[in-house]
């Protein structure tokens, strides 16, 4: 069964803090990595990853895949109390068009 | 770029009536559109599939007289709760397919069922 795993499961960081956030995966023909931030409405595009080794970057927010060891890292530099939300990791598949979801990251940045 | 809106974004109905989302693309041509519905505290879950003219596939488990999906055009898909009923409660989410095969989201659709 296809699987993405996210930990922690929540954070609670001080503003200025730099945070990991990591996702691992087992699925069957992967194709790309996904990062989305979701605050209280729908979840907004950050990065896809195809390629390994490659770092995205935006901003503060940067990712990274490893295909070989199956997962990526979602790095925040310098966090502000508007970085606070769910982050959600998901892996799309050569075969079909669908994502497979982790559960979340709950980042809480205090000020 | 690649904004996708949903409409409304938030609806109240009585129990029994049927409520119709519509999910757009504004900016972009979406051979496939996702609709996931959503529940506090949990991650987003796939319902159906939903491919510009012709059937839906739906995720096991969800039942496609229920939630029916059209999609008419390469930007609109639309959702239609038949019969809704108090467990229909939920945040419904649409997503359109780009082209590299990432997911942008709609805002969202809070529906209550008195």
């Known amino acids: 069964e296809d699987k993405v795993v996210q930990s922690p499961l929540s954070l609670v960081v001080h503003e200025g803090d730099t945070v990991t956030l990591n996702c691992s995966y087992e699925v069957t023909n992967f194709r790309s990595l996904l990062w989305y931030k979701q605050e209280k409405k729908a979840p907004t595009f950050l990065f896809m990853l195809?390629?390994?080794?490659f770092e995205k970057k935006s901003g503060r927010l940067s990712s990274i895949l490893d295909k070989k060891e199956l997962f990526s890292i979602l790095n925040i530099t310098a966090t502000q109390t508007g970085d606070s939300a769910v982050y959600l990791c998901?892996?799309?598949?050569?075969?079909?068009?669908?994502?497979?979801f982790g559960e979340g990251t709950q980042l809480t940045v205090n000020p | 770029g690649a904004v996708v809106s949903q409409h409304p974004s938030w609806v109240i109905c009585k129990s029994g009536t049927s409520v119709k989302i519509e999910c757009r693309s504004l900016d972009f041509q979406a051979t496939t559109m996702f609709w996931y519905r959503q529940f506090p505290k949990q991650s987003l879950m796939l319902m159906a599939t939903s491919n510009e003219g012709s059937k839906a596939t739906y995720e096991q488990g969800v039942e496609k007289d229920k939630f029916l999906i059209n999609h008419a055009s390469l930007t609109l898909s639309t959702l239609t709760v038949t019969s809704a009923h108090p467990e229909d409660s939920s945040f419904y989410i649409c997503?359109?397919?780009?082209?590299?095969?990432?997911?942008?989201f709609g805002p969202g659709t809070r529906l209550t069922v008195l």
């Open positions: 997503s359109a397919m780009g082209l590299a095969g990432e997911q942008f």
């Open positions: 998901a892996v799309g598949q050569t075969s079909g068009s669908r994502l497979t």
């Open positions: 195809t390629s390994s080794g």
